[in-house]
């Protein structure tokens, strides 16, 4: 069956460095997602993206996050300076016209 | 008002039992409703889609009542397995899924015991 995956599964890193979380969505899928999750709260949407461009974001997707669909496989979420509140568990998720599929998610770790 | 809300549990249920979840949302505008589990510290998976009609799968019934802008998941013969936290997940899109956001509940935990 295929899955979304997602690397690394934990990434730990200083306040202020920049991080980059990977997603690979499963491949005839139109449509991606990033979603977080703080620990011990609920899962909240930063961004969508097809075509190629943003299709919605969320207030907490502000100027230090970015993302990139660099090839035809991967999807990259970009953390330009990371702030200890963005700690969180990190769920891609991609779709075509029906269920969204997440991945496995990545454990940041901001320090 | 939070846009979707549940109540958290935990539900500590004997197995065999039958449990029943609710959950409101304040978004009219809402158009497709689900049931999605989480296990400790793992992805969301779509448990079902839930429709004005009411819909079954094996053990888990869902119901959406628009007007009153509820949903509930009903679980009969609770397995151990089904220990997990059921979250209350609605998007505004009228597709299910492709393009829109997901809007998720803080979810509801539940605990089958021996």
């Known amino acids: 069956e295929p899955e979304v995956t997602q690397t690394p599964s934990h990434q730990v890193t200083q306040m202020g460095q920049e991080v980059i979380l990977r997603c690979v969505p499963i491949?005839?899928?139109?449509?991606f997602y990033w979603y977080r999750q703080i620990l011990g709260q609920k899962v909240e949407f930063l961004v969508s993206f097809y075509n190629n461009e943003i299709s919605e974001k969320s207030e907490i997707f502000d100027d230090q996050f970015s993302v990139e669909r660099p090839d035809g496989s991967n999807f990259t979420l970009k953390i330009r300076s990371t702030k200890l509140e963005d700690s969180a568990m990190y769920f891609c998720?991609?779709?075509?016209?029906?269920?969204?599929?997440f991945g496995p998610g990545t454990r940041l770790t901001v320090l | 008002r939070k846009e979707v809300e549940q109540d958290p549990g935990p539900f500590n249920v004997p197995e065999g039992a039958t449990v029943a979840f609710n959950c409101t949302y304040s978004?009219?505008?809402?158009?497709?409703f689900f049931w999605y589990r989480q296990d400790c510290r793992k992805e969301p998976k779509l448990l079902m889609s839930v429709y004005s009609s009411g819909n079954e799968d094996g053990r888990f019934t869902a119901q959406l009542n628009r007007a009153s802008q509820y949903i509930s998941l009903l679980i009969r013969d609770s397995k151990l397995s089904d220990s997990a936290t059921y979250l209350c997940v609605v998007n505004r899109g009228g597709l299910t899924g492709g393009g829109n956001k997901l809007t998720f509940g803080t979810g509801t935990q539940l605990k089958v015991e021996l």
């Open positions: 491949s005839n899928h139109l449509y």
């Open positions: 998720a991609s779709s075509g016209f029906d269920e969204q599929f």
């Open positions: 978004n009219s505008a809402s158009q497709s």
